[in-house]
């Protein structure tokens, strides 16, 4: 809240009365005006600087003046159980003769506000999950003999009840650092520095996911609706690893593909990457150096994301020191690095981004500007935004609503555009304003559930240690 500096200075009254000392009389406060919401309101601590004693009175029954100290008092206000009426009134402070007053609005029910949450006290950000019920983040905290307590905490959004669980010592069994997912009922996969998940719940259980014979490290990515099917990866022998879908707990590896995205080989890398909330659709990469391209299952078949535009051809390339080698040249194709959920909720779309290669006059294969694009599995068909170079497709929602980033790896801003007609639909930070009424100054949107009545987005901050993400949402006022 704006902080406003008032001085209530006494007028004469009498004959003969000093001037200077009617100037020292004043009431200062750290606030002219306040809002609350209709319910549920906490407490507000009002700063106070007085010539002397000072007295407060409410102009209202509504407002209740609590614990009174010399240089400060507690307001609270009861709930305003009106549907269709605000309510105004004032708080009157006076010192001698000198007056203040400060304002009090309150809102009536139907126009509360929804929820701004910032999830900055986690190291490592913020997980939604599928239907946006529950965020989870995970803090640590570092004890005199240099070990950690972690504290992984349930942000849940329909009721505004927080639960963290914790203090857990960082190291065997547990380490948790990265929040990847969280399902609707409560279960959350947190990523740690042993290169695996754990899942934790809000109750406080815990567990490693199981892994298909011959793995280890269990990678949960995604999770789907109900909270019973899981989509990540395992690692193998040799730095294999291998996409695994899990349902009620119980892994089965998914299909490979025969090639990697090169063409040229057999893929040392998959790994799944999102799900729609039936799990009907998964997303997931190839990851071959720096080629990633994109990859997903509908209804059990593998096929490319971006296949329609899709095209590789045979060449000749230098290898940089005189001599050449046989490769395929992508010259259209999608693919993301490891980004989790760039897919709507009901499965028909896949954000990603686009890329052209070419050979120099030297045979060297480069790589083209970047722009984002967004496939359709529906009609198996891509759509690329060559009006926004250098940026990201980041996600989408069920009715064709594209959110891109602008930047390919540190996004700091973004916008939404309508996919089939490409139609700009304006910046994040706008959008946010006119859909929820909640001002942010910086970051993009990175996910909106299906009922589209709440939000996750990204923003970057910078501190002393570096540059850091953390996330935060926009949701309906708890329902209590």
């Not at 008092?73 to 709930?79: A, H």
């Not at 859909?435 to 939000?455: E, F, L, N, Q």
Request: aromatic share 10%; charged share 20%; proline share 5%.
């Amino acid at each position: 809240m704006k902080k406003l500096l008032v001085l209530a200075a006494a007028a004469a009254i009498a004959a003969g009365c000093n001037v200077e000392e009617q100037q020292l009389q004043y009431v200062r406060v750290n606030t002219a005006l306040c809002t609350f919401h209709a319910q549920d309101n906490a407490p507000l601590t009002i700063e106070v600087e007085a010539s002397g004693e000072w007295d407060v009175v409410p102009q209202a029954t509504w407002l209740k003046v609590g614990e009174k100290t010399r240089t400060s008092f507690v307001l609270t206000v009861e709930n305003n159980e009106s549907y269709t009426d605000p309510r105004e009134s004032s708080i009157e402070l006076t010192s001698g003769e000198a007056v203040q007053e400060i304002k009090v609005i309150q809102l009536q029910r139907d126009n509360d506000a929804p929820v701004y949450q910032m999830y900055a006290a986690y190291d490592m950000g913020a997980a939604m999950s599928p239907n946006g019920r529950y965020c989870v983040g995970t803090r640590h905290v570092l004890q005199p003999d240099n070990t950690y307590f972690m504290y992984p905490t349930f942000h849940n959004l329909d009721t505004g009840e927080i639960t963290e669980i914790g203090p857990l010592l960082y190291g065997s069994p547990l380490s948790l650092e990265k929040p990847i997912a969280v399902t609707d009922q409560g279960t959350a996969f947190i990523y740690g520095p042993d290169n695996h998940t754990v899942a934790i719940t809000a109750d406080g259980d815990y567990f490693i996911p199981e892994t298909p014979a011959g793995y280890s490290s269990p990678n949960i990515s995604a999770v789907s609706e109900d909270g019973r099917t899981w989509v990540g990866y395992c690692w193998g022998e040799s730095m294999k690893c291998s996409p695994v879908i899990w349902r009620d707990g119980v892994p089965e590896l998914l299909e490979m593909p025969e090639l990697d995205y090169r063409g040229v080989k057999v893929p040392n890398q998959v790994m799944a990457r999102g799900m729609s909330l039936d799990g009907s659709v998964i997303y997931g990469t190839q990851w071959e150096f720096t080629d990633t391209g994109m990859i997903y299952w509908k209804d059990g078949k593998l096929q490319n994301v971006g296949k329609d535009i899709f095209k590789l051809t045979p060449v000749n390339a230098s290898d940089g020191a005189g001599g050449t080698y046989e490769t395929n040249l992508i010259e259209a194709g999608m693919y993301c690095f490891a980004e989790n959920q760039n897919i709507s909720p009901n499965g028909k779309w896949i954000a990603g981004k686009y890329r052209e290669e070419s050979m120099d006059e030297n045979g060297l294969i480069t790589k083209g500007t970047i722009y984002p694009a967004f496939y359709n599995t529906e009609t198996e068909t891509t759509t690329v935004m060559r009006d926004y170079p250098d940026c990201t497709a980041v996600g989408a929602t069920d009715d064709g609503i594209g959110l891109i980033a602008e930047g390919t790896s540190m996004q700091t801003s973004g916008f939404l555009v309508e996919i089939e007609t490409g139609i700009h639909l304006g910046n994040c930070l706008d959008y946010i304003q006119e859909r929820w009424g909640i001002t942010v100054t910086t970051g993009y949107i990175s996910y909106i559930p299906a009922p589209g009545d709440r939000m996750l987005g990204t923003m970057m901050t910078t501190s002393a240690t570096g540059v850091s993400f953390t996330q935060f949402s926009v949701s309906p006022r708890p329902v209590k």
